[in-house]
């Protein structure tokens, strides 16, 4: 005793970023997003905000305007988890991660896109494509909406599930906060238009960065869970190691590939963008997608995104045996 008090016993803080975890990813399980106040909208709101007073066609601005908003976002990670007492932390931690995932909501996209293509109604899907995607869908027939979909579902499983786990049990709530602000980031400013070319130039190389490991992850991951969608480890594994590198995107390759070869499907080819077209390279050595397709996709970044959740929290606790710092409880 001292002064009367109790002794502090130390909690340390990989016990209560796994709680937190946890629970947020089973919050995310069972609400979804929040339907109003998101956090993600507010940032969004902010960084348009910011956008309209920084904006220049130079590399630069983009370069602060970046830097300004993901440094914030991380600082606020940092000051939310100063100090904080074991059950605050927890609890912290747990609000991010619910805030920043987006499992939920990516499968009830993908499975409503698949409802309306298995009732035949085309315009139905088309009007909900931009949901998952930045692609035109005007164009489209019910394969090529399945085949946009389906890859924007393996693109998304590592952007908005995987990473956020695997930053939040390397970081914490910065980590869960810093992450999610370069994704939105990317999907604001990141894209190859004529407006962001040079403007979102930094925020489309810091979210490269910031995915590469999540990625790897992912494609691991998907290779793993193949034989629950009906598909083979083997050939998730082929894809990605053959045909991710020829992709354009570091990242979003090796998880498009391997979910083609997971789902016995060949992905890639030609892809009409608002701002223009891609020819993107084949992934994979099956067929072409079709409508039945999606709702296995589906299935397929549930299972990854579980995996993942179950991974990090393991090795978050696991970490506390390396000597993780400790917080103070009375």
């Given at each position: 005793?001292?002064?009367?008090?109790?002794?502090l016993?130390?909690?340390?803080l990989?016990?209560?970023?796994?709680?937190?975890?946890?629970?947020?990813?089973?919050?995310?399980a069972?609400?979804?997003?929040p339907r109003?106040?998101?956090?993600?909208?507010?940032?969004?709101?902010?960084?348009?905000?910011?956008?309209?007073?920084?904006?220049?066609?130079?590399?630069?601005?983009?370069?602060?305007?970046?830097?300004a908003?993901?440094?914030?976002?991380?600082?606020?990670?940092?000051?939310?988890?100063?100090?904080?007492r074991?059950?605050?932390?927890?609890?912290?931690?747990?609000?991010?991660t619910?805030?920043v995932?987006?499992?939920?909501?990516?499968?009830?996209?993908g499975?409503?896109?698949?409802?309306?293509?298995?009732?035949?109604?085309v315009?139905?899907?088309?009007?909900?494509?931009?949901?998952?995607?930045?692609?035109?869908?005007?164009?489209?027939?019910?394969?090529?909406?399945?085949?946009a979909?389906l890859?924007?579902v393996?693109?998304?499983?590592?952007?908005?599930?995987?990473?956020p786990?695997?930053w939040?049990?390397?970081?914490?709530?910065?980590?869960?906060?810093?992450?999610?602000?370069?994704?939105?980031?990317?999907?604001?400013?990141?894209h190859?238009?004529?407006?962001?070319?040079?403007?979102?130039?930094?925020?489309?190389?810091?979210?490269?960065?910031?995915?590469?490991?999540p990625?790897?992850?992912?494609?691991?991951?998907?290779a793993?869970?193949?034989?629950?969608?009906?598909?083979?480890?083997?050939?998730?594994?082929?894809a990605?190691?053959r045909?991710?590198?020829?992709?354009?995107?570091?990242?979003?390759g090796p998880?498009?590939?391997?979910?083609?070869?997971?789902?016995?499907?060949?992905?890639?080819?030609?892809t009409?963008y608002?701002?223009?077209?891609?020819?993107?390279?084949?992934?994979?050595?099956?067929?072409?997608?079709?409508?039945?397709?999606?709702a296995?996709?589906?299935?397929?970044?549930?299972l990854?995104?579980?995996?993942t959740?179950?991974?990090?929290?393991?090795?978050?606790?696991?970490?506390?045996?390396?000597?993780?710092?400790?917080?103070?409880?009375?």
């Open positions: 005793m001292i002064d009367g008090r109790r002794p016993r130390s909690v340390p990989a016990r209560t970023r796994a709680l937190g975890l946890a629970l947020g990813v089973l919050a995310d069972l609400l979804g997003d109003r106040g998101h956090p993600v909208a507010a940032f969004g709101r902010v960084a348009t905000w910011l956008e309209r007073r920084w904006w220049a066609d130079r590399r630069g601005p983009g370069v602060a305007y970046a830097a908003l993901v440094g914030g976002a991380v600082g606020l990670g940092v000051l939310a988890e100063r100090r904080a074991p059950a605050v932390h927890a609890g912290l931690t747990a609000l991010a619910w805030a995932l987006g499992g939920t909501s990516l499968a009830a996209e499975a409503a896109m698949g409802a309306s293509l298995d009732r035949g109604d315009a139905a899907a088309r009007h909900r494509l931009p949901h998952l995607c930045g692609r035109d869908p005007s164009a489209l027939d019910a394969d090529g909406l399945a085949r979909a890859e924007s393996a693109e998304n499983t590592a952007d908005a599930v995987v990473a786990l695997v939040g049990a390397l970081a914490g709530v910065p980590g869960l906060l810093g992450h999610r602000a370069v994704n939105t980031l990317d999907a604001m400013v990141g190859r238009s004529a407006r962001y070319a040079r403007f979102g130039w930094a925020s489309a190389r810091a979210d490269d960065i910031a995915g590469v490991v990625a790897r992850v992912s494609a691991l991951l998907t793993a869970c193949a034989p629950l969608v009906g598909g083979r480890p083997a050939a998730a594994w082929r990605w190691r045909d991710a590198p020829a992709h354009p995107s570091p990242n979003a998880v498009e590939a391997s979910f083609a070869g997971a789902l016995g499907l060949r992905l890639g080819g030609r009409v608002p701002y223009g077209v891609q020819d993107r390279p084949v992934l994979g050595d099956g067929r072409p997608p079709a409508v039945p397709d999606l296995r996709a589906v299935r397929l970044s549930r990854v995104g579980l995996a959740a179950l991974l990090g929290v393991v090795a978050t606790l696991a970490s506390d045996i390396g000597g993780a710092p400790a917080q103070r409880r009375p």
